[in-house]
Antibody
Framework: EVQLVQSGAEMKKPGESLTISCQGS????????IAWVRQMPGKGLEYMGI????????RYSPSFQGQVTISADKSVSTAYLHWSSLKASDSAIYYC??????????WGQGTQLIVSS | EIVLTQSPGTLSLSPGERATLSCRAS???????LAWYQQKPGQAPRLLIY???HRATGIPDRFSGSGSGTGFTLTISRLEPEDFAVYYC???????????FGPGTKVDIK
């Protein structure tokens, strides 16, 4: 099973850009789709999109298309989530998770993002 | 687009009691792609059940899943102190590809 370690908490201002990361263990990382999931304060889980690090095939939830960019670098077993211009409403915890047959089988520890002026 | 509804929103029970959580889909879904997750405060979610009824690796047998079509159930046979958490159901649809979570059921201590 892949192990996922995410980058640390961030505090940013509206309008700033940000990339957070999710590093997986070993060669198995390339063979699993990696998803990003948002959890706003006190709320439930929202699927954002997925990427296959082996070839960077990327799919977005319609709700997040155009709002974020998902990418990966298989040489360092890392997936990324990028915002070009943050909004206060982007404040949330963001999880990466490995996907197998439609299930999120392993999760990163989460990255908390606070966007405030 | 499939919508998942979970009930009740909150379930207040005592350790040792049986918990029954419901997940209903807005249209019939394949049980092969219905999962349950547990999330404790300050922690990432954890996969409990996949394929509606199969326990994930390391999940105690007090957790069981059942159901088909539009109605699915997660049962915790005897609540342990560590089971008080929020539980989410999730469905994977492949046409179009989409992952949908239910709003969650919080199981708290009575």
């Amino acid at each position: 099973e892949v192990q996922l370690v995410q980058s640390g908490a961030e505090m940013k201002k509206p309008g700033e850009s940000l990339t957070i990361s999710c590093q997986g263990s070993g060669d198995t990382f390339k063979t699993y789709w990696i998803a990003w999931v948002r959890q706003m304060p006190g709320k439930g889980l929202e699927y954002m999109g997925i990427i296959l690090p082996a070839d960077s095939d990327t799919r977005y939830s319609p709700s997040f298309q155009g709002q974020v960019t998902i990418s990966a670098d298989k040489s360092v077993s890392t997936a990324y989530l990028h915002w070009s211009s943050l909004k206060a409403s982007d404040s949330a915890i963001y999880y990466c998770a490995s996907l197998y047959l439609g299930y999120f089988t392993a999760w990163g520890q989460g990255t908390q993002l606070i966007v405030s002026s | 687009e499939i919508v998942l509804t979970q009930s009740p929103g909150t379930l207040s029970l005592s350790p040792g009691e049986r918990a029954t959580l419901s997940c209903r889909a807005s249209q019939s879904v394949s049980g092969n792609f219905l999962a349950w997750y547990q999330q404790k405060p300050g922690q990432a979610p954890r996969l409990l059940i996949y394929g509606a009824s199969h326990r994930a690796t390391g999940i105690p047998d007090r957790f069981s899943g059942s159901g088909s079509g539009t109605g699915f159930t997660l049962t915790i046979s005897r609540l342990e102190p560590e089971d008080f958490a929020v539980y989410y159901c999730e469905h994977y649809g492949n046409s179009p590809q989409e992952f949908t979570f239910g709003p969650g059921t919080k199981v708290d201590i009575k």
